[in-house]
């Protein structure tokens, strides 16, 4: 395994050194060039957001009915629409978690839609769960979030937990790790950290969402 670990490491190294060599190759032209380059990614990002949010991204809104929801699916690339009902207080979690994302992710347009105004697309997208979180991407739905079930399978899930989960979707944009849940991830570092206190491993001897 050390042998290995040194291998990687002088792997590394070597890649380190050569990027270090072109770097010091580069005259002033070069990075001239690399620095308008740079200048003019960021300026077609700036343009690209004030176009989103000319669109309403940013925030997360109540569209009227099925007219609205397939104008906004064609203005924006990416679409997040909540499918909800009122007298469901699960749809209530589900809006404080996308009114969160809404603002953090304006690459992507967060919508919701009351089913009960929706008939003959909820019909069409055979949602009979309430709630259900539609991912579209160009135009046509991609994936569906039905319940909480991949969210923990419990009511008080984290946000990073959906936003996890949206990812996976490929809706937003997203750095972190698409295999490992973030939730997978605290319960390891908690049960390292109980490990490390005690010594020993800590051993404590379908939700229907339907509504």
Known sequence: MEQVLQ???QGLEKQLDKEI???DALDS?????????RIAEMKQRAKQKQEWLANGHGEYTEIDGEKEFFTVCNKSTNVVC????????????VDMHLQTLAKKHVETRF????????PFLTGRLKIRVI??????????????I?????????DDFATDMLEWRLARGDVIEYSGDLLTPPD??????????????RGKDDSDSDIDFSD
């Open 21 to 23: 060599e072109r770097l």
């Open 82 to 93: 909540h499918f909800y009902r009122n007298d469901t207080p699960r749809c209530r979690i």
């Open 7 to 9: 291998q990687v490491a």
């Open 131 to 144: 709630p259900t979180i539609a991912i579209v991407k160009d135009n046509k739905t991609k994936d569906f």
């Open 184 to 197: 997978a991830k605290k319960q390891q570092s908690l049960h390292i950290h109980k490990k490390t206190i």
């Open 29 to 37: 032209s070069d990075l001239e060039t690399i620095r308008q380059q």
């Open 146 to 154: 039905v319940g909480f079930t991949e969210l923990g399978n419990r």
């Open 111 to 118: 919508v919701k839609l009351d089913v009960e105004r929706a």
